[in-house]
């Protein structure tokens, strides 16, 4: 695969439905989605939204035979939907590189992982052992592990978990990929190394021109590594706009809540803000109105639409439904 | 490592001991002595008690006790009370015997336990995982002497393919060809039979440590490096599978010396297990006592061997 072109990844109507009980349920419905060249898109949402299942889409690793892919996912011209499963693999590492939420669950326990780097580098380069050995020290440098021919040598259980996240993102960038899809990468990891490996991966991103795909239900997070960001809520996107638009001004219900329930740290009276009720689970998703109309009962049925699109608000800024333009949190209410 | 190996090696001195200790305490307690069995209308008294006194069975307790321990350090076992031949020379013929069944049969066991516990694993709750659960289900649930008794009545007695009992036939020469074939040809039925219903544990473990395995995140992790499927079926999910099974190879080397009692009994089989349960029913003291102490030495060091495998094998067990 040559890597050029400006737009990376061009998502379009893409369900990506899992078997439950014999029948088939979108855990992903109707995404569109783009990733350009030196951007990191950022997909938030609570657990159980469907953002996982975009990155295994994407990159093709789910269960065959109890989930079914439709729509397009665009990388080069080329679909990677249902794409033939040998041409995949020379994809994936190659042009797409993955890292995963938990080190230690992501490395096998039984390789070093040096070798766990350098296998990468054997299906998609041409390089002998010693290249290989040479490159992956190179990694290690390039993502800051100290001792770098020790570490080598070492198994995933003899580091700790800043350092096992590194392997992982040393294996994913092994072979310099264009796309970078990153499934909540610091959710498994102490505040201080989740801030490193931030700052690690904004400098790969600079460094190799890569678009990232970063999934993650930490706002603080997004607020800091994101350009573009999509916001999930069951399934489907309900707002897309860039990082300050979205901070700033919020529009759909559910980012607005999202965001009134992050802890301000500099008013302390204030009560922490709940988003009541749960995420409806696959089983039980609405067929038709505001998925997310169940988890504010205040706002008059009326406000919603009967099957919510995505409008255009202003120039590259998306909300689906028009209840963003009612809506108001349930406290202001009592107070005005 | 090795400084470990020794480490327990000495640490098995003192279970020697006890295991010694209790095994002649329950020899001793069993009624009767070797010499009950001689007596009938016809025999002298006086021989009998002649015979006791010669073999020191008139002795205190602890001065048998300390002299049977003593001789077992310089190799000397003792002398078949019943056999009339030194018991080290017993056991080594017999151990030879079981040596050569338990191989073929552990030899076997794998070769039909890992594909079938790798399809059940690969093919999990699919026709060839249900075929083999019910294998498993068959050959885990019949006794094995029902199942060894069906096996010579058939193949044996029925179809007349095998022999049916001894470790070679009467009629062949030590050293030719001829007697190495007739003691490889009643080798085939009791292994083939013994090794179908051995396979029930490593069957399982392969089979869940596969359908667990292949759904952990390193496997995961190996395809979105774009590994083809079955490099990570084998590099990937198999080995790690293997670990379990790997857990009890120690036990599986040692085994291969103390065999296995119903096989040799119901194949008549001259070896480690017939021997055990001849001189349980022949009350050959000696014997008995040798053989139970070597069962424990086997497991000690089985136990060992397992250690050091797993150590080798698993880097994230390490005896320190």
């Given at each position: 695969?040559e890597k050029?072109?400006d ?5 379009e109507?893409?369900?990506?439905a ?8 979108d855990?992903?419905d ?5 990733l350009?060249?030196?951007e990191?898109l ?10 996982s299942?975009?990155?295994?889409s994407?990159?093709?690793l789910y269960?065959h ?5 439709t729509g ?10 249902n794409?033939n ?14 890292i995963f939420q938990d080190p ?8 070093k ?7 990468t580098?054997y299906?998609h380069?041409d390089?002998d052992?010693?290249?290989?050995h040479?490159?992956?020290i190179?990694?290690?440098n390039q993502?800051?592990?100290p ?18 996240q ?6 994913a960038?092994?072979?310099?990929p264009?796309?970078?899809?990153a ?6 990891l ?5 801030a490193q490996?931030l ?7 600079k460094?190799?021109?890569?678009g ?7 706002l603080g997070?997004v ?16 707002e897309?706009?860039?990082?300050k638009t ?11 809540s999202?965001?009134?329930s992050m802890?301000?740290?500099?008013d302390?009276?204030?009560d922490?803000?709940?988003?009541h ?5 696959l089983?039980?998703?609405?067929r ?6 169940a988890r504010i009962p205040?706002i008059?049925a009326?406000a919603h639409?009967e099957n919510?699109?995505i ?9 689906r439904?028009t209840?963003?333009?009612s ?10 | ?18 295991l010694?200790?209790?095994?002649f305490?329950l020899?001793k307690?069993?009624?009767?002595d ?17 015979l006791?006194?010669e073999y020191g069975?008139?002795?205190p307790?602890?001065?048998q006790y ?7 350090f310089?190799?000397d076992?003792?002398q078949s009370y019943?056999?009339?031949v030194p018991?080290?020379?017993l056991?080594?013929?017999r151990?030879?015997?079981?040596f ?10 794998y ?11 690969r093919?999990?709750?699919?026709w060839q995982?249900?075929?083999?659960q ?5 050959t ?6 029902v ?12 179809l007349g393919?095998?022999?049916i009992s001894g ?14 074939w007739s ?6 039925l009791p292994s ?11 069957v399982?473990y392969l089979?869940?440590g596969?359908?667990?395995?292949k759904?952990?995140d ?15 079926f084998?590099k990937?999910?198999l080995?790690?599978s293997l ?22 009994s119901?194949?008549?089989y001259?070896?480690?297990?017939k021997?055990?349960?001849d001189?349980i029913?022949?009350?050959d ?12 030495v086997l497991t000690l ?7 050091i495998?797993?150590?080798?094998v698993?880097?994230?067990?390490r005896?320190?």
């Open positions: 695969m050029q072109s737009l990376l990844l061009d998502i109507h893409l369900h990506t899992y078997r439950l009980h014999g029948k088939f349920y855990a992903a109707d995404i569109n989605l783009t350009k060249r030196n990191i950022a997909v938030v949402g609570e657990s159980g939204c469907g953002k299942t975009i990155a295994s994407i990159i093709g269960d035979k109890n989930t079914k892919v397009d996912i665009l990388y080069n011209e080329l679909n990677l939907v794409l499963e040998s041409l995949f693999n020379k994809i994936r590492g190659n042009n797409i590189g993955m230690l669950a992501s490395l096998n326990p039984l390789m992982v040096g070798d766990q780097v350098a296998e580098l299906y380069t390089m052992e010693k290249a290989r040479a490159r992956v190179e990694l290690f993502v800051g592990m001792r770098p021919e020790e570490m080598y040598e070492m198994y995933p259980h003899e580091l700790s978990g800043g350092l096992r590194r392997v992982v993102i040393a294996i960038i092994a072979c310099k264009e796309i970078i899809i499934d909540e990468p610091t959710t498994a102490d505040v201080t190394i989740q490996i700052d690690l991966l904004k400098e790969i991103q460094e190799s021109h890569s990232i795909v970063l999934i993650t239900h930490d997070v607020a800091e590594t994101a350009d573009q960001v999509a916001v999930m809520y069951a399934g489907q996107i309900v897309k706009a860039d990082v979205i901070f700033q001004n919020p529009l759909h219900p559910y980012t607005r999202l965001l009134h802890p301000q740290t500099d302390e009276s204030q922490l803000h709940v988003i009720g749960t995420v409806p689970s089983v039980n998703m609405p038709t109105g505001d998925r997310f109309a205040w008059p009326s639409e919510p699109k409008h255009e608000v202003e120039p590259g800024h998306f909300v439904c209840c963003w333009q809506f108001h949190f349930q406290d202001e209410e009592k107070k005005g | 490592m090795w400084k470990t190996v020794l480490r327990r090696i000495l640490i098995m001195i003192p279970q020697l001991l006890i010694s200790l209790l095994v305490i020899a307690m069993m009624p009767g070797p010499f009950t069995g001689m007596i009938n209308p016809n025999s002298d008294p006086k021989e009998i008690a002649r006791r006194q069975l008139n002795d307790v602890w001065v300390t002299r049977w321990l003593g001789n077992m310089h190799g076992l003792g019943i056999q009339k018991v080290t020379s056991i080594w013929d151990a030879v015997n079981t050569w069944l338990s191989l073929m049969t552990v030899v076997l066991t070769l039909i336990a890992i594909p079938l516990g790798v399809t059940a694993g093919h999990q709750d699919e995982d249900h075929g083999v019910i294998f498993n289900y068959i885990y649930a019949v006794p094995p002497f199942f060894y008794i069906l096996g010579i009545w058939l193949f044996g007695f029925t393919w095998f022999p470790s070679v036939s009467a009629d062949v020469n030590p050293g030719t060809f001829a007697y190495f003691r490889f040809y009643h080798l085939i083939i039979l013994c090794s179908l219903i051995s396979t029930t544990a490593i399982q089979r869940t596969i359908v667990d395995n759904v952990e390193y496997v995961r992790t190996a395809r979105s490096k774009g590994v083809p499927e079955n490099v990570v084998n990937h999910i080995r790690n670990l379990p099974i790997a857990a009890f190879l120690g036990n599986t080397i040692t085994g291969l010396l103390s065999g296995s009692m119903v096989i040799e119901v194949f008549s001259p070896g480690m297990g021997l055990f349960l001189s029913g022949q009350r003291y000696s014997t008995l006592t040798a053989l139970i102490l070597l069962f424990g060091i089985g136990n060992l061997l397992s250690d495998i797993m150590s080798i698993d880097p994230r067990i005896i320190k």
